[in-house]
């Protein structure tokens, strides 16, 4: 309370400073005018209470008072002996006003470094900012940037240093750089207020500098080592900042005898702060030549001749000027309390001060400058090299992409840039660092290498490219996968190559009769697969809308070539997975957030009437009518249309009528559990569709996920879990579940997502939720049983004030949303909801909370179960299964091979695989099968592992289902999915399985590395 009682009088004398400036401003800062030259006229300017003072210093000693000459000769002694008579009768305004008069008279120079000061630190400034400017520059798209935490600082950072330097402005406006007496009070009170405030402001931006810095290396450094050092070192910065911080802010009682204590007339003390302020500016020279100094060894391990291993150490080390100049400030700091002059001692203080601080700034950009440098000269050789080629008629043209795809390749300026992508796991050689160093504009953090060619391969390149050329193709995509998946230091240069590389050299449009020969009729030609791989990996390098164009060709060429296909053979099962990659595609297309523009509204036109030609042409392809194969295709192109343009007309998909779905009753099971979720009972068993998120699980037509669908309604599983990101799950369960009888419809239930990923960019209101209501409503055909909310970071509080809002549609629109649940959410920010919540609307208003939960990653178990009691809320857990590695064909395998060719792994399973590895250990996890398979065959033969597995998640008593994924189409487990009711795990069972599944090695659990904490 009491620093809060500081920091608000430190805003009012912010405010005092401001309404001092004009009247300040409006009065001569040397107030001079009307002094008199003259000895006889010398005492009438002299202050009353001075004057008896003045004329007994000048009468005992050699002067007379009509002797200006002698009198100014002797000044010094003169002022000195009537100061000490005027202490009794004086002020030290009255004083400093005695001096004035009489320096003034003897026309003594009057010291004035304001202006010098201000010319030095101005272009000092211009320059800083032309360095941040180019560091920012160098982040940008155009060069191949990415912001990061070092970037964040450095902006917090430069922001300071504008403040500051606005304040050094304004200080010397107010007489900062001038002799005290030449000022009046108000012009010194404010020049003292600024200073103290300054201080503050040197050790945050200071600080802000040096956390960047350490950011910077531990965006580049990958050994964990040397990045536990870094973190030290952060804490370090933070401490040395808070301390300084509170002591500043308790140096004097009360708060303003700062700055009002040199006119004596306020009472008051002050901490003598003279020994802390030489250890904090040492300690701050120390870290200064810690952080410069701190990559010196990792640099030093490069594997590379001396002369780039210096140029690369140099880029680091010129960071020690920074440290040059926190020592010349030294040189002043012991005037900062003791001053008698302080407007014009504290000058040279606050101009090296300033100094450092744009030093900082400067040496923290440096790499980022370097970097812009380089790509610039980079861009103009290879515009020299395109003109040259073009110039020989050597340049490639291009006239079969759409508008979109040249419009793309513009806004690269018509620049091809080669990336050579390069991994290390032992020591980095200098040039991939010298170039990290000139281009860190990219993530770095991991044992991934980058590395940029100059138009010549080095020779330590050259028995890769021999690895790379001879690599079986098998071999060569798991060596790939194993790259990207060490994350985004790997991933982001992969797929910038290939978008660069599809932007140089776009795809040819293949000719309909290549693409389907007229012999071929149900097989399907090597030319269209190429085809169809080519423009799979124009969409999956994020270009989705360059993409619509192949695929309108594609759709547009089957009817041209007068193609035929039959249920089932080979040309209709690879037109289904084209429809799936249209899903897809579309997906990557709205989760873009493209502007709505006329362009891609053709584009997408241009599709949608590809789709309508050839249902035409199904239904009139001869006596046996051809199927329509994309139906799903043509849905999520629909959606995408009324979702970009509402204005835009969007008639129901061509092929489909509105046929009634018919089930049948007699399958349902009579023993599946149901739990209350709001106001609907529902099995406690739900259907996951996640598969539909992405084309790796494989792709059905629509008729097969319909049938899919009937099947696990009419055993009883009515409630599938999807959500907005899951491809066209939404569309699918909607259009399927109002083609049901109406009879039925009600008893079909949807839970679904809204996924909030990034910040939202404007306030929360009702309109900005029952719009993301609308949405998801309106893509399941009209209402939605359960909404579940994920955010990203829960220190943005939106998300309290929306779930109030979520909750309060349930009750002013329940034709939309029946009840609103949680996603991923932990233990005490759950817990945090729900109060919020109670406090707003007077109940909890949550019915349930998304996490994962398995025998693997029991971390529910921890906090979660008790806040969900508490509360009331029950838990949906998905992983229950670990991806599929829970069942009897794992069991008494050898450790899976993550990108095996031969015994490939769904995505699933290699994000669990991780999972089992933080669990224990491979062998520990057939152990637990084992246990499993034991407990499995007491209970009788229909029974799994995988049942019982399933079996112990839903007995634990805050769990109210478990989400098991269904390939829609492709396979099916549901009638062994429903073996998990029917029977119970014993006191005896439950034991043996956690003593498998949680011994001794239960804090794995807890382990940092997951990526989501429950507990």
């Not at 211009?126 to 070092?150: E, H, N, P, Q």
């Not at 926190?326 to 001060?353: E, H, M, V």
């Not at 091809?416 to 040039?431: E, F, L, M, P, W």
């Not at 990219?442 to 980058?450: D, L, P, Y």
Request: hydrophobic share 45%; charged share 20%.
């Amino acid at each position: 309370m009491h620093l809060l009682l500081q920091a608000v009088r430190f805003s009012a004398s912010l405010a005092i400073c401001a309404a001092l400036l004009p009247s300040v401003l409006a009065e001569p800062l040397a107030a001079s005018v009307g002094l008199t030259r003259s000895s006889a006229q010398l005492t009438t300017q002299l202050p009353q209470c001075s004057v008896s003072c003045f004329e007994s210093a000048v009468n005992n000693s050699t002067c007379s008072t009509s002797d200006l000459s002698c009198i100014c000769q002797n000044q010094s002694q003169l002022l000195k002996k009537s100061a000490s008579c005027a202490l009794t009768n004086c002020t030290i305004s009255e004083e400093l006003e005695t001096k004035k008069v009489v320096k003034t008279a003897c026309g003594e120079p009057v010291r004035n470094d304001g202006n010098r000061d201000r010319a030095i630190y101005w272009s000092l400034f211009a320059v800083t900012m032309v360095s941040f400017g180019c560091r920012m520059l160098a982040r940008t798209d155009r060069f191949g940037g990415t912001m990061w935490w070092d970037d964040y600082f450095i902006v917090a950072s430069s922001a300071v240093a504008l403040a500051v330097t606005i304040g050094a402005e304004i200080m010397v406006i107010f007489g900062l750089g001038q002799e005290t007496w030449m000022l009046n009070p108000t012009q010194i009170t404010v020049v003292l207020i600024l200073f103290y405030i300054a201080e503050f402001a040197y050790v945050i931006e200071s600080s802000l500098t040096k956390v960047s810095i350490v950011c910077l290396y531990l965006r580049i450094f990958p050994k964990k080592g040397f990045r536990r050092m870094c973190f030290a070192l952060l804490a370090l910065i933070a401490c040395f900042c808070i301390v300084f911080v509170v002591s500043l802010l308790c140096y004097c009682q009360p708060f303003s005898y700062v700055w009002t204590r040199w006119d004596g007339r306020m009472h008051g003390k002050c901490i003598d702060m003279t020994a802390q302020t030489w250890v904090c500016a040492v300690m701050n020279i120390v870290l200064d030549v810690f952080i410069f100094l701190l990559p010196i060894p990792q640099l030093l391990k490069l594997e590379t001749n001396w002369k780039t291993k210096i140029g690369v150490i140099l880029v680091f080390l010129l960071g020690l000027f920074v440290t040059i100049c926190s020592i010349a400030r030294l040189r002043f700091l012991s005037s900062w309390a003791s001053s008698s002059n302080p407007t014009y001692d504290y000058s040279d203080l606050a101009l090296w001060s300033l100094i450092e601080l744009y030093a900082g700034v400067i040496c923290a950009c440096l790499p980022g400058m370097t970097s812009l440098f380089r790509r610039i000269k980079h861009q103009h050789t290879e515009k020299k090299k395109s003109s040259a080629a073009n110039s020989m008629g050597g340049s490639r043209m291009f006239t079969g992409a759409s508008s979109g795809l040249r419009s793309f390749a513009k806004n690269d300026a018509g620049i091809v840039k080669t990336t050579n992508i390069s991994v290390s796991y032992g020591a980095r050689s200098a040039d991939s660092l010298s170039d990290e160093v000139e281009l860190m504009d990219r993530e770095m953090g991991t044992s991934a290498t980058r590395k940029f060619t100059r138009g010549e391969v080095p020779e330590s390149n050259m028995m890769d490219d021999v690895l790379i050329s001879n690599l079986p193709p098998a071999l060569l995509r798991s060596a790939l996968r194993t790259l990207i998946s060490q994350g985004a230091a790997t991933q982001r240069p992969f797929v910038e190559h290939i978008r660069t590389q599809l932007l140089g050299s776009p795809p040819a449009f293949t000719d309909a009769t290549v693409l389907f020969p007229p012999v071929n009729h149900g097989l399907v030609s090597q030319e269209c697969l190429r085809y169809i791989a080519s423009t799979r990996c124009i969409f999956s390098s994020k270009l989705a809308k360059e993409a619509l164009p192949y695929l309108t060709h594609f759709v547009k060429c089957l009817r041209e070539a007068r193609a035929r296909w039959a249920t089932g053979d080979e040309l209709d099962k690879v037109l289904d997975q084209v429809s799936g990659d249209i899903v897809q595609a579309v997906q990557a297309l709205k989760e873009s957030k493209p502007e709505a523009t006329s362009a891609v509204f053709e584009e997408l036109q241009g599709l949608l009437a590809s789709f309508e030609a050839i249902s035409s042409y199904c239904s009139s392809a001869g006596p046996q009518a051809l199927g329509y194969p994309f139906t799903r295709a043509e849905r999520q192109v629909r959606d995408v249309i009324g979702l970009l343009y509402p204005g835009a007309a969007a008639s129901p998909p061509s092929s489909q009528a509105a046929k009634i779905i018919s089930i049948s009753a007699t399958r349902r099971r009579a023993d599946i559990e149901t739990f209350q979720l709001g106001p609907h009972r529902v099995p406690r068993v739900f259907n996951g569709l996640w598969q539909l998120a992405s084309p790796a699980w494989g792709s059905a037509s629509a008729e097969s996920q319909e049938a899919a669908l009937a099947e696990l309604v009419e055993l009883g599983l009515n409630t599938a879990d999807m959500a907005d990101h899951y491809g066209d799950a939404e569309l699918i369960y909607g259009d399927f579940r109002n083609r049901l009888p109406a009879d039925m419809r009600d008893a079909v239930h949807a839970a679904t997502k809204w996924c909030v990923f990034g910040p939202i960019g404007q306030p929360v209101t009702t309109q900005y939720v029952l719009q993301a209501v609308r949405e998801r409503s309106r893509r399941l055909g009209g209402r939605v049983e359960l909404l579940q909310f994920h955010w990203h970071d829960y220190s943005s509080k939106e998300y309290l004030d929306i779930l109030v809002q979520l909750v309060r549609i349930t009750q002013t629109h329940p034709e939309l949303v029946s009840a609103i649940g949680l996603c991923n959410f932990d233990a005490q920010h759950t817990e945090e909801a729900c109060k919020y919540l109670v406090e707003k609307t007077g109940a909890v208003g949550l019915v349930s909370n998304q996490v994962q939960f398995s025998l693997v990653d029991s971390r529910p178990l921890q906090s979660m179960s008790a806040v969900c009691e508490k509360f009331g809320i029950k838990l949906l857990t998905y992983g229950s299964l670990c991806g599929g590695f829970i069942s009897p064909k794992w069991l008494g395998q050898l450790t899976p091979e993550l990108y095996s060719e031969t015994r490939q792994l769904t995505p699933s399973q290699r994000k669990y695989f991780d999972m089992v590895q933080t669990w224990g250990s491979w062998h520990e996890f057939q152990a637990l099968l084992e246990t499993l398979s034991s407990v499995a065959a007491k209970h009788g033969e229909k029974i799994s592992l995988t049942n019982i597995a399933s079996r112990w998640v839903l007995q634990q008593p805050a769990v109210g289902a478990i989400i098991v994924g269904n390939r829609l189409g492709v396979s099916s487990h549901a009638v062994e999915n429903l073996n998990i009711f029917g029977f119970e795990l014993d006191a005896h069972d439950m034991a043996s399985i956690e003593r498998a599944a949680l011994g001794e090695d239960a804090k794995a659990l807890l382990a940092p590395d997951l990526r989501t904490d429950f507990n």
